[in-house]
């Protein structure tokens, strides 16, 4: 057994979760690779969004693999920056939002 | 920044570059050798298709010193070819039927006999001429100014370096000042008619990755590149080359540096592409040094592998001998067979 969790190598044997469960596992990939076809977004902007959410999930083989691919696509450090912003702002803020139910329920039973 | 050879780097010497292919990753069989990999696909021995490319490289003095340059040119590289050399790759590729005059460098056109081997060239009869040009030259001298006049004269197909459309990432792989005066040598090959629509003036640009990373889709980055020039600098061009950086000479420096070889030839590897190996470049091209020395590629050139025929100087040219040849290979070859490939016309299959 691996002494870490994750192994960067994992990522490229992402693909072999099929041989488990054949049929899911390919519905998976192509369902996954149909979401980041040009589409109403190009596949430029689907990509940034991927490295946002990469980060509010925290997922390090995704941040891997979207950096990667940003650079691949010509994105600039800047526009990656301001993604990873726009996630921590929403993370933070769904954080946050919640006080609103805090401060009401702390309303609501104090005297 | 100088060249690895001015600064006595050992990986100056392409035997230093060969042994590293040589060992680790490739030599514990954790990666297969290109060898092997091309074998599993019925592939090896790699042989030449018909010749129809003499891509000459006219000297290893640049301009510019570039971080990933697999040339290790610079201004500091004196290797220029001579007119005696030039004439004798005039009469060998007229006596091989060799159609295409590919002109390379270094900066091609800083050899002081570049137009009269153009103007020879064209005496004989080539017409199809490319030129790699680093745009940076146009600009970089009064005696260059009048270049893309000379271009048009004789209809060069001009292949141009622009690493992306913006200063940031151009600069920092091509040195400060790079950007602007790319952009304004393209200017001016615009304004003689180089890729404006119906002028028949073909005006390409070259896109390499600033980094260890392979090229993203070249149809979506050529969009990009087209509608960033054309909004921000009203350029125009024809088509973009996607091309990937071969592991050897100053990029190989970077990624041994960095610490991303074994990352990036496993990325590579990973991608390789049995449809590219049919049409990668050493199948229908053959180098020549500036010293008139004949290689597959102008990478082999570069790692002195020199073509695997008894004669490999000009003086032996032996066009049978050279269409029965089998292409030498080593693990650098693996970014010429990355996902979509790559070759001096950038990708190569679909």
């Known amino acids: ?111 | 920044m100088k060249s690895l050879a001015k600064r006595k780097n050992s990986l100056a010497n392409p035997k230093n570059q060969i042994a590293l292919f040589n060992s680790g990753v490739f030599a514990n069989g954790e990666l297969p050798i290109f060898k092997q990999k091309v074998s599993e696909s019925n592939q090896y021995p790699l042989k030449p298709n018909k010749l129809e490319i003499f891509q000459v490289n006219l000297g290893y003095m640049c301009n510019q010193v570039c971080a990933h340059c697999h040339v290790d040119a610079g201004p500091d590289r004196k290797e220029i070819m001579t007119t005696e050399t030039m004439q004798l790759c005039l009469n060998k590729l007229k006596e091989s039927g060799a159609t295409t005059l590919d002109l390379t460098g270094g900066a091609p056109e800083m050899n002081p006999n570049f137009r009269w081997f153009v103007e020879e060239a064209s005496k004989i009869g080539v017409k199809d001429f490319i030129v790699r040009s680093n745009l940076t030259i146009l600009r970089a001298n009064k005696k260059y100014y009048d270049l893309p006049e000379f271009f048009k004269k004789h209809n060069i197909h001009v292949v141009s370096s622009l690493p992306f459309y913006k200063k940031g990432k151009t600069d920092k792989q091509r040195g400060d000042g790079v950007f602007d005066a790319s952009i304004e040598a393209l200017k001016e090959l615009n304004k003689v008619g180089y890729g404006i629509t119906g002028t028949g003036l073909k005006l390409d640009l070259v896109f390499n990755p600033s980094g260890a990373f392979l090229p993203g889709n070249q149809s979506e980055l050529e969009q990009e590149f087209k509608k960033a020039l054309k909004e921000d600098f009203n350029i125009s061009f024809n088509h973009l080359f996607a091309i990937t950086n071969l592991p050897i000479s100053r990029f190989l420096e970077f990624l041994v540096a960095s610490e991303n070889y074994e990352d990036y030839m496993d990325e590579l590897v990973d991608a390789y592409n049995p449809e590219a190996v049919k049409n990668v470049m050493c199948k229908n091209t053959i180098s020549i040094d500036w010293n008139g020395n004949l290689y597959d590629c102008d990478f082999n050139q570069q790692l002195n592998l020199k073509v695997a025929t008894q004669g490999t100087h000009l003086s032996e040219f032996d066009l049978d001998a050279l269409q029965k040849r089998d292409i030498v290979v080593s693990q650098h070859c693996y970014g010429c067979t990355a996902g979509a490939g790559s070759s001096c016309q950038g990708t190569i299959s679909d």
């Open chain 1, 1 to 111: 057994m691996q002494k870490t969790y994750y192994d960067p190598k994992d990522l490229k044997d992402f693909g072999k979760i099929s041989e488990w469960d054949q049929e899911l596992g390919e519905k998976f990939f192509e369902y996954y690779g149909k979401v980041f076809e040009e589409g109403a977004l190009t596949a430029r902007e689907k990509s940034l969004i991927a490295l946002a959410v990469s980060h509010t999930v925290q997922c390090a083989y995704c941040i891997d693999a979207y950096t990667s691919d940003g650079l691949k696509r010509g994105l600039e450090r800047e526009e990656m920056m301001e993604a990873v912003h726009v996630a921590a702002a929403i993370k933070s803020g769904a954080t946050l939002v919640h006080g609103v139910q805090m401060m009401k329920k702390y309303d609501k039973l104090s005297m």
